[in-house]
């Protein structure tokens, strides 16, 4: 396991000795959320909780890692001797991967000592950041696809090794088939494909000759790239050609066809679908690919190109029109001299940008029906009874009210304990199990908050007690500090 | 050292199995090239060389990699066997690190039997379009701020830790003084920095003893965030208050200032220049940060903006609005059976996307004065005397020509071989004198060519010989291939 105690700002360690020196290593709550979603959308999808785990795991300074920070002169010895029996002793709680998630709710909740709950800032951030932007952007692209199966194949244009192994693994948990990526395969246990490039092609006296090598090879996965020369006038004849030999030889033709990686999509599906079926091979695969992403997919779908099995490159591996996912890490409480917290808020002139205050949990509130009617934030001492109404109201518009009577409504508590006291008391699923959990939670989402473009927003309500707690602070907040 | 050896698409992996099984490990040439730069920008920065070396060196199968390809049932235990004993053998040429290039230019050519040149194609590509994308993405971000020190510090927002940590690195190469990213100081010894987050200030009962704190640690580098609560009102009154403190201690204060992270920073900037200046802090620094990019700090410059010290976190560190690099990896020959290169050529539709075929190399052309005049992409064989005349034409606008007598121009050839027959033959300079080469190499670009919007394009011309060789493959490929 990488050793990624170092994966932090320098500004984490400064305050980190400062909190040493000044013997004010209070125990504190950090929540991670984030306050938009992705592409204008309605949600977004938690991911990357396992490699947070892994990380807080394996936290801890080597040898190295502490000569290397006395070399910038900034640290005293009486803390980097701290930093060398570090190990993190504080609760995590987290939203499991996989789950659909909006704005301003704790994605990740961090109760530790002031100079843990700090220094893990920083990569939890980066994580969370990356892998539940591309695991939304893939939940998008899978959504216009309407079914067909999205293959994650970006790791070329992705930023970094890493981007390409933990954004294909994101990908396939929110609902890709698989994943061009032989390492994350390898790593997650996930689907990888693949089969040929131009170069194949190229590397032969002519397309007829490597198409038909590569049935030979392959028989059981014989998807032929049909555009290195010309797709209808000698791709998709060629592989015709092949086909019917393969058929002629006896063979089974089951996972078979083409795949187009450029030119018109939809005229040129249409045109290879009528040669394949004319031909008999009804059931042959169309693939395409070429700078897709969820709007140029529902676009060919609208079109009615006549595609089948789509792979997605760099657009979905860097969530090309949306490449960040915003989450920050705002602390919420810090612990009094008594022992209990003190809730904390964070101004701001821009209103959404004002945090919540206090230890809080997240509950989701369904329908009769099962889908998700609004999310509702509460301090995390709170309890609900599912056989009490409950009382819905907009944090800002708070005359917009929804009361729900027993049996209208059920509620479940989305967040997860994940540390205790520094032990890890969670297993994160497999990808596979994370894909399906995933797939149940899209499931709960109205089609109307899932489309494209201008979705239904989700309400993100606050429980009575946790408004009371905020309007409280911002209201005695002028008068504390300035 | 990581193993990234699966770190490659499934194709890499079935081509090679079939190359294997129709023993057709013919020598070729891949050329990794990209054919637009970022940002419309008129140059790109090549970057990400000492990892791609690093990750040939340490290309090969372990048990446990085997045993995966294995669990796959496409692999036949002969191809497995080859994979085994893997390892490079081929050459391989480069542009340097911190290099000004531009498209069409080969960044990395690879000289070596087609199986090993299949496989090493998809991490060259992720490794070099993320580091050169973040590289050219910070040399716009350093020519906005006209000499001012920029501060990376994305690692939150990065696309995963090698994305923060890689993508930091390519930052500081292309003109970044320094990075927040702890992790990345390690590893390259590049400078780090960083002070206090607003949860610092938070995390006292209020701002003043939030800083006299911070001073009373780190008088040396006192830089104060001052917009936790209410800029001019309290941060810079207060930061006022401890430096004029520091004074009266007999404090020496040299590397100190404030820092803002919010609000209108052209106005701020002005007015808290102003507070500074009237008690007497003439020299503070005045950093600042929020959602910066080159554009934006090019506004902020017109504007009179008061601020010295830039910090430049998601903007850069994901390259928000060109988030992708875009190069590829193209067959440019094949060896014959005569073991001479066969030229080939990849056609399309778009002119751009036609590839320049055979075993080529890169000269800069420079004027008397130094400065970029064009590249010339020449084929490796040909030769060029400076004190003969050089003739230059556009190499799709042929009439277009200019004429270049001995003592009016210079030429360098900018590609270095790498590996020869599978042994590393170069040195990677350190980080911070690629940075100081890469300040030299974007010195020779004109302005007109570094501006952030609608630059100059600089030539990139074939050589006679190439553009015979091209306009021979071109006019002969209807009739050889369809």
């Not at 609004?374 to 109404?389: F, G, H, K, M, V």
């Amino acid at each position: 396991m990488r050793n990624l105690t170092l994966l932090t700002d320098l500004y984490e360690l400064t305050m980190m000795q400062g909190y040493f020196k000044t013997d004010n290593n209070r125990t504190v709550i950090f929540d991670a959320f984030h306050r938009k979603n992705p592409c204008d959308g309605a949600y977004a999808i938690s991911c990357g909780l396992e490699q947070v785990i892994d990380y807080i795991k394996n936290l801890h300074f080597t040898e190295d890692d502490i000569a290397y920070l006395r070399s910038l002169s900034i640290f005293d010895e009486d803390f980097l001797e701290y930093l060398s029996n570090f190990h993190f002793t504080g609760d995590i709680y987290a939203i499991p991967e996989g789950t659909v998630i909006f704005p301003r709710e704790p994605i990740v909740k961090v109760i530790a000592p002031i100079m843990e709950a700090q220094l893990v800032e920083t990569a939890i951030l980066n994580i969370i950041n990356h892998q539940s932007l591309i695991a939304t952007k893939a939940a998008r692209v899978c959504y216009a696809a309407k079914g067909d199966g999205i293959m994650e194949f970006g790791l070329r244009r992705a930023q970094g090794p890493d981007a390409g192994i933990y954004g294909a693994r994101a990908a396939v948990i929110a609902g890709c088939v698989g994943t061009s990526n032989v390492l994350t395969g390898q790593m997650f246990g996930v689907p990888v494909k693949g089969t040929h490039a131009h170069s194949w092609i190229m590397s032969f006296p002519d397309e007829y000759t490597a198409f038909k090598t590569y049935a030979d090879l392959y028989p059981d996965a014989c998807i032929l790239l049909v555009d290195t020369y010309d797709t209808l006038r000698s791709g998709v004849p060629n592989a015709i050609r092949v086909f019917k030999e393969m058929r002629e030889k006896g063979i089974d033709l089951k996972d078979y066809g083409i795949r187009l990686d450029s030119g018109d999509l939809a005229y040129l599906t249409k045109k290879a679908r009528k040669m394949l079926d004319d031909a008999g091979f009804e059931d042959a695969i169309i693939s395409a690919s070429s700078d897709l992403d969820e709007y140029l997919i529902d676009s060919l779908k609208t079109q009615g190109a006549a595609i089948t099995s789509w792979g997605v490159g760099t657009n979905l591996i860097t969530s090309k029109d949306n490449p960040a996912f915003g989450g920050v890490y705002k602390l919420a409480a810090v612990m009094g001299d008594d022992g209990t917290f003190i809730p904390k808020i964070k101004l701001s002139e821009n209103s959404e940008k004002i945090t919540n205050p206090g230890n809080k949990t997240v509950y989701r509130v369904y329908d009769a029906d099962g889908m998700i009617k609004a999310d509702l934030i509460a301090l995390a001492d709170e309890t609900y009874d599912e056989s009490q109404p409950l009382l819905l109201f907009d944090p800002v518009e708070t005359w917009k009210k929804t009361l729900m009577e027993p049996g209208e409504y059920s509620m479940r508590e989305i967040m997860v304990k994940v540390f205790d006291k520094g032990e890890c008391v969670y297993d994160s699923p497999n990808v596979m199990d994370i894909q399906k959990y995933c797939k149940q939670e899209q499931a709960t989402l109205w089609d109307e908050s899932k489309r494209l473009i201008n979705p239904q927003v989700v309400h993100v309500d606050l429980s009575q007690k946790l408004y009371d707690l905020k309007q409280e602070l911002l209201h005695n907040y002028g008068r504390e500090k300035l």
